[in-house]
């Protein structure tokens, strides 16, 4: 049994990570604008556009395992994108993941063997037409996400990003908001369908494991095959 914490469980992908967690006997805390109604979560709030970051560092016990799930999708044309888009997702997915780790580091070097789960995205590595303020924040994830692997490993942290492809999940809903949508959607990926927030919570959940204690550095896509497959 550990300790975990989930920036943005209330929904989407840490809704789901964190069913499973809490189904494995652990203690999951929530930290996101509404409330988890998980059984036995401990709900905190947090916004990435907040000053919050107190509450995070008033944790005393170690941390095992942090995986931070905000996220925004902005897709403009580049003409349209202005800098306050690009600052608004970098907001959310670079500094308010670099906040949280900063206010959590000294807990998660307390467990001896945790773990680190940010998100990325399928349009980092594969190029994608109106993607470029969202792609740009994520792609400065891979950096991170790489940098504080190497940085960490002697303090027994491990840290890996998952790149997901189109998930259903409320963060998407415009882009899935019709049963064309989203048949249309799964057409574009050689699995035939768009990802489901389990998809991409099985792997979190398996990163965040003390088992999977050899992986770091990792950037590790679940994209129904788009960003690696052709099919003819």
């Known amino acids: 049994m550990g300790l975990f914490v989930i920036i943005g469980a209330s929904q989407g992908i840490g809704y789901s990570l964190a069913q499973q967690l809490i189904a494995q006997g652990n203690r999951v805390l929530n930290f ?14 947090w916004d990435a556009l907040g000053d919050y970051d107190q509450i995070l560092q008033s944790i005393q016990e170690p ?14 044309p580049f003409h349209r994108l202005t800098s306050s888009d690009f600052e608004f997702d970098f907001k959310i997915n670079v500094l308010g993941a670099v906040r949280v780790i900063q206010a ?7 467990s001896g063997n945790a773990s680190v789960v940010l998100f990325s995205t399928v349009a980092v590595q594969t190029g994608m037409g109106f993607h470029a303020s969202i792609a740009s924040s994520k792609g400065a994830i891979e950096g991170l996400t790489r940098s504080l692997a190497a940085e960490l ?19 998407a809903q415009n882009l899935l908001n019709s049963p064309e949508k989203i048949e249309s959607g799964g057409k574009r990926h050689p699995l035939g369908r768009v990802g489901q927030a389990e998809d991409i919570a099985n ?17 590790i896509g679940v994209d129904g095959g788009i960003g690696s497959l052709r099919t003819v």
């Open 203 to 219: 792997l979190a959940m398996f990163l965040l494991q003390p088992e999977n204690s050899w992986i770091t550095g990792q950037i």
């Open 104 to 110: 959590l580091l000294p807990k998660l070097k307390l």
């Open 63 to 76: 941390v095992d395992g942090l995986a931070y799930c905000p996220g925004s999708i902005n897709l403009k």
């Open 153 to 171: 490993s002697a303090q027994k942290i491990r840290v890996n990003a998952i790149a997901p492809s189109l998930t259903q999940t409320p963060l």
């Open 32 to 45: 996101s604008r509404h409330a988890c109604d998980i059984s036995g979560i401990e709900n905190y709030t």
